[in-house]
């Protein structure tokens, strides 16, 4: 599955960074021990050592408790097909239950996507924290659908659960069907769309085998 394809590569970028740490004698501020502010700082003072570090920073942002997140990404690459995935919960939180305070697996695997979309388009002046995907084509409650900025967007209309449908032009809403798969198929929704109305192109990304190939996840290879 692409989508897990994502989480291994995030475990070797982590599991990298970690062992280039370990030989730095920086072993106390590994990924998923320290926040996000102290690894940005190291990334700037150890940048030559870690080039990627900067790159991984984005798609550890949805959660403030690190360990947690580490763990699941981690628990989220084991397999295949993200075979532990709890679209409305998550894992255990050392030996607690999830609870709300810790995001839900559907929104770490949508926020890792939207990263990673992110990363691949190019810069907006508009957004200079570099996030074009997640500002330009995701709208999150309580935000409304009328803050759509552009033709087409996903729109997450529910926390918890989650929930995620399509807005396209002229006002239209593709709903889709709630549960464990419904950001997996709101997802397919948005590679179909894109593949039929825009000929595979996300801005000036393209999707297809010259491009991100994501397209092959809804048969149109373009």
Not at 67 to 72: A, D, N, Q, V
Not at 89 to 115: M, R, Y
Not at 170 to 178: A, G, K
């Amino acid at each position: 599955m692409f989508f897990q394809t994502i989480f291994k590569h995030l475990v070797h970028e982590i599991e990298t960074i970690n062992t280039v740490l370990e030989q730095l004698g920086s072993a106390e501020c590994k990924v998923g021990s320290v926040s996000t502010a102290v690894l940005s700082k190291i990334s700037v003072n150890k940048q030559e050592h870690m080039p990627n570090i900067a790159l991984l920073l984005p798609y550890l942002e949805v959660c403030v408790n690190q360990e947690y997140l580490t763990r699941r990404i981690f628990e989220l690459a084991e397999g295949s097909c993200l075979g532990c995935y709890k679209w409305d919960s998550g894992g255990t939180n050392k030996t607690l239950p999830w609870n709300k305070e810790l995001p839900t697996d559907a929104q770490i695997v949508f926020h890792c996507i939207a990263t990673y979309l992110d990363s691949h388009l190019p810069r907006n002046p508009m957004y200079p924290e570099g996030r074009t995907f997640s500002t330009q084509y995701f709208i999150q409650t309580p935000s409304k659908v009328e803050t759509k900025k552009k033709d087409f967007a996903l729109f997450q209309s529910s926390i918890h659960p989650p929930h995620f449908k399509l807005l396209l032009p002229n006002d239209e809403v593709w709903e889709v069907n709630r549960g464990r798969n419904n950001l997996f198929h709101a997802m397919i929704l948005l590679l179909h769309y894109l593949g039929t109305e825009y000929h595979g192109m996300l801005g000036s990304v393209n999707l297809g085998p010259t491009g991100l190939n994501m397209l092959w996840i809804v048969g149109n290879p373009r």
